[in-house]
């Protein structure tokens, strides 16, 4: 079974399709950060230089998006946005 299949068969469960759902903004920004820092250029290890921290904390901040076990602050986000010379826009959007 490919990944593909695995994912259709698990979202044609509704609580599974919620919960997958309910993460979609966390994977938004996950998916915008590592595009940035390709973009930049920069290791990870850089990052956390111009952060002023160490490169295992990057790893984590990327990392947590996806785990959902740990939601980085607006302030640590914004550090790294401007790490990879980006800046962060929030917006509200009504359901």
Do not use: W
Not at 40 to 47: K, N, P, R, V
Not at 65 to 73: A, F, Q
Request: hydrophobic content about 40%; aromatic content about 4%; charged content about 25%.
């Amino acid at each position: 079974m490919t990944h593909e299949e695995l994912k259709a068969k698990a979202l044609s469960n509704p609580k599974v399709k919620d919960e997958y759902d309910a993460l979609a903004p966390e994977f938004s920004l996950l998916q915008g950060m590592l595009l940035a820092r390709e973009n930049s250029g920069l290791s990870q290890a850089e990052i956390a230089s111009r952060m002023g921290t160490k490169a295992p904390a990057i790893t984590r901040l990327e990392s947590s998006l996806t785990s959902g076990k740990h939601s980085p602050s607006l302030a640590t986000i914004k550090k790294y946005a401007e790490a990879v010379n980006c800046h962060v826009e929030i917006k509200l959007v009504h359901n």
